[in-house]
């Protein structure tokens, strides 16, 4: 889908990134500074590299050695900036067929009625901008991206501007660009709830070079890039099956390579795939099976990996049939004699998990 090889000088900051993704959405991510909007404005052609190549869908963008530089408007690609950019003098139907009536009937992807329906805009579209809430405004930029045919979808931090409720407006409609249009995005963004929750592929960038690349759940797993992906809300990504729900105590049970798994009850059919973060905070060990305690996931394991910390906490990963993080006091550890190897058992509380719904309505 997306292939990457590039280096560039941005005043004194180098930028190198290579790197190949396939159809999905996949995740930049990094502190401030790191050159994730850099990155994506070379792939929109807004910069341009010092050397090296860029390819969509097979179709070359940028080749320095053949000479190939393709203007913005040529390359096919959406871009939503974090401000939404709306035209203030139309309304918003004319802002969604403003970049739509640029692109020739055969080659439109989408139809104008479905991203209107998609993104639920039916009520607004005699209004404008000026009107409009921030979650509204953006929903119309994705709309707008999406009507010009891109091969592509950039999407440059676009909730950072939005509060809490506005961002858990957005998320959904986010989600059902690939479910229901099957569109691929680069998604850049600091915040990893996001991208547990939106993204296939992470890429973790720092000091304008790529660190690591790969599957979401292998990514946060590994203990060497906490100072990057973060710590205190750290936390291992399990890949689960809505199994059954239990109407009587109102829970869902959800199967994974380590076994089952009860959540508070999901508005999810059986049979559906859910991805959930488990945060290492919220994780405790024991030597033994516990009895007679309140909670309901524990899972036999042993010790893969014990992080070093100067601090009073020290984060353990543990295989349980996939893996997953403990914090616990290095008092604690050295008491237990925690070390690889070590046969443990690990305590899940049952609220403590973030949820990303693979198929149907998220509900989180």
Wanted: charged share 25%.
């Amino acid at each position: 889908m997306l292939e990457v090889d590039l280096t560039a000088r941005i005043g004194d900051f180098p930028l190198k990134a290579a790197f190949q993704t396939e159809a999905g959405i996949t995740a930049l991510f990094g502190p401030s500074g790191a050159g994730k909007t850099s990155l994506v404005n070379m792939l929109a052609g807004l910069q341009r590299p010092s050397h090296g190549r860029i390819v969509v869908q097979g179709h070359v963008l940028f080749d320095s050695e053949q000479g190939i530089d393709l203007a913005p408007e040529d390359r096919r690609l959406g871009y939503v900036f974090q401000e939404s950019r709306l035209f203030p003098h139309m309304t918003v139907a004319g802002n969604l067929s403003y970049g739509r009536r640029l692109v020739p009937k055969d080659r439109r992807l989408v139809d104008f009625d479905a991203v209107v329906e998609l993104l639920a805009l039916a009520s607004l579209l005699d209004r404008r901008p000026r009107n409009l809430s921030g979650g509204e405004r953006q929903r119309i930029a994705i709309g707008r991206a999406l009507l010009a045919a891109p091969r592509l979808l950039l999407m440059d931090e676009p909730l950072a501007n939005l509060d809490a409720p506005r961002r858990s407006e957005i998320l959904p409609f986010i989600e059902g660009l690939r479910r229901q249009l099957g569109i691929s995005i680069v998604y850049v963004s600091h915040n990893m709830d996001e991208i547990v929750r939106l993204a296939d592929q992470l890429i973790v960038m720092a000091d304008g070079g790529i660190v690591a690349q790969g599957p979401v759940d292998e990514i946060t797993a590994r203990l060497d890039l906490r100072a990057l992906t973060g710590r205190w809300d750290a936390g291992a990504v399990l890949t689960t099956t809505v199994v059954a729900h239990d109407n009587r105590d109102a829970l869902t049970r959800l199967s994974f390579q380590g076994g089952d798994l009860w959540l508070p009850q999901l508005d999810l059919a059986v049979g559906a795939m859910l991805r959930i973060r488990v945060r290492a905070r919220d994780v405790s060990l024991a030597l033994t099976p516990p009895r007679q305690i309140s909670v309901l996931n524990v899972f036999a394991g042993q010790v893969i990996q014990v992080g070093e910390d100067d601090g009073p906490q020290v984060d353990v990963l543990v295989d349980i049939g996939s893996p997953l993080w403990a914090r616990i006091t290095k008092r604690s550890q050295r008491e237990l004699d925690i070390v690889p190897g070590r046969k443990v058992h690990a305590l899940i509380k049952a609220m403590a998990v973030d949820r990303r719904d693979h198929g149907g309505e998220s509900s989180s």
